[in-house]
Structure formats: structure tokens, C-alpha cells
């Protein structure tokens, strides 16, 4: 079993809809995380980061973490076509990131 | 803010040459960063560990003599991949943690495609 569990997809939504992206994890000492957002052939980009359970918002983004049941949360209100990316969760305990394996979203215009 | 380069952005080279890939934060001085490597609809692959003036630490299954890492000052780290082979054709990516944070915060460059032919 993996540390982190993400489904790979893809997601496909209309524009405008709300998307739900979603991590397990099992590793109890993880105590950070973070959401990426990376486009096809670049570098992932820091999308939202978070440290223990609750929720952050950020513009169209919400991250949610609950610990309790080891399962993070991202929500994209209002999708745009330009959200179509593959969205990497990623947690640590440290510096060292443990990433799940990416979910593909596609927004339809 | 929390800017990281990489140069180059793609490079193509012959079997048997060396290739050196530059990893830079711009904005913010890092004592350590991460070289990884992503194959096709895969995720990240950490690779090694890179620390400013100490060896890097190697992943297991990574050969330290093919891949050499250089973490020469606080801004910048080098990936070297000697005697390359088309199996080394990857995506490298490296990231960089502003100062001495232990929190995971880690900011990634745009990637460096290497082709070997």
C-alpha cells in the first residue's frame, strides 16, 4: 500500500463546475500539506499549503485537512479551462515530501 | 516571491557525453534543495537530497557516480548526469526550501528535458 493514495483520473468537468480533488494517506507523523498544480512539461507550482487539520482558502481554492481520518481536500470553485492540469497532493513530517500520484482534471469550456 | 530556475529548459545530447543542469532559487537562499525526475504521466521521483557545502544524499537505486550533485553555494546546485545513456531521456526537476524550514515548503523549477541519442 502506498503512503499516499490519490486517484489518477482524469477528471473531466464543464466550466464553472465545482471540482473536489482528494488524498488518503497513512502515515501519522505527516503534519504538512500542500497541494501542486502542474501543466503539461513545467514544474510544479505551489498551490496551497497548509499544517494540521482545518481548512485554507485561497481565491477559487479551498484546501481542507483532517487528520483524524487522513484525508485532504482540495476544492476549485468556478473551474476555468486554465485549471486543466494535473494536481499533485504532496505531505511531510519534515523537509522530505511524500507526493500522491497526481489526478488529471480537464475543465471543458 | 520563492522563485527557482533551472537551466536548461530542454537539451539533447549524444550517448556517452555529460550534461549539466543548473538549479537556481532566485529571490531566496536555500540550504538544501531536491533533484527529482518524472517519467510520462508519472509523478515526482526524488532522486537526492542536495546540501549547501555537505554531499548530497543519494535515494536508494540512484548511482551516485552517474548522477553528481554539486550544492555549491546558497542559491545554487548542479545535477550532473555523466555518461549519459537513452535510458537517462527524463524530465529533471529540482526544488528549494527558503532558509533552514523544516516544514516541507518546497518551491520547484520549471524542469530541464533531457533527450539522449
Known amino acids: 500500500q502506498k503512503e499516499v493514495e490519490q486517484d489518477p483520473g482524469p477528471l473531466s468537468v464543464p466550466e464553472g463546475a465545482i471540482v473536489s480533488l482528494n488524498c488518503t494517506y497513512s502515515?501519522?507523523?505527516?503534519?504538512?500539506f500542500m497541494w501542486y498544480r502542474q501543466y503539461s512539461r513545467k514544474g510544479p507550482e505551489l498551490l496551497m499549503y497548509?499544517?494540521?487539520?482545518g481548512n485554507k482558502e485561497d481565491g477559487r481554492f479551498t484546501a481542507q485537512v483532517d487528520k483524524s481520518s487522513k484525508y485532504i481536500s482540495l476544492f476549485i470553485r468556478d473551474s476555468q479551462p486554465s485549471d486543466s492540469a494535473t494536481y499533485l497532493c504532496a505531505m511531510s513530517a519534515g523537509n522530505m515530501l511524500t507526493f500522491g500520484g497526481g489526478t488529471r482534471l480537464m475543465v471543458k469550456p | 516571491g520563492a522563485v527557482v530556475s533551472q537551466h536548461p529548459s530542454w537539451v539533447i545530447c549524444k550517448s556517452g557525453t555529460s550534461v549539466k543542469i543548473e538549479c537556481r532559487s532566485l529571490?531566496?537562499?536555500?540550504?538544501?534543495m531536491f533533484w527529482y525526475r518524472q517519467f510520462p504521466k508519472q509523478s515526482l521521483m526524488l532522486m537526492a537530497t542536495s546540501n549547501e557545502g555537505s554531499k548530497a544524499t543519494y535515494e536508494q537505486g540512484v548511482e551516485k557516480d552517474k548522477f553528481l550533485i554539486n550544492h555549491a553555494s546558497l542559491t545554487l546546485s548542479t545535477l550532473t548526469v555523466t555518461s549519459a545513456h537513452p535510458e537517462d531521456s527524463s524530465f529533471y526537476i529540482c526544488?528549494?526550501?527558503?532558509?533552514?524550514?523544516?516544514?516541507?515548503?518546497?518551491?520547484f523549477g520549471p524542469g530541464t528535458r533531457l533527450t539522449v541519442t
Open positions: 529571490d531566496f537562499q536555500a540550504t538544501t
Open positions: 502515515n501519522s507523523a505527516f503534519q504538512y
Open positions: 526544488s528549494a526550501i527558503p532558509g533552514t524550514s523544516g516544514s516541507g515548503e518546497q518551491y
Open positions: 497548509t499544517y494540521s487539520s
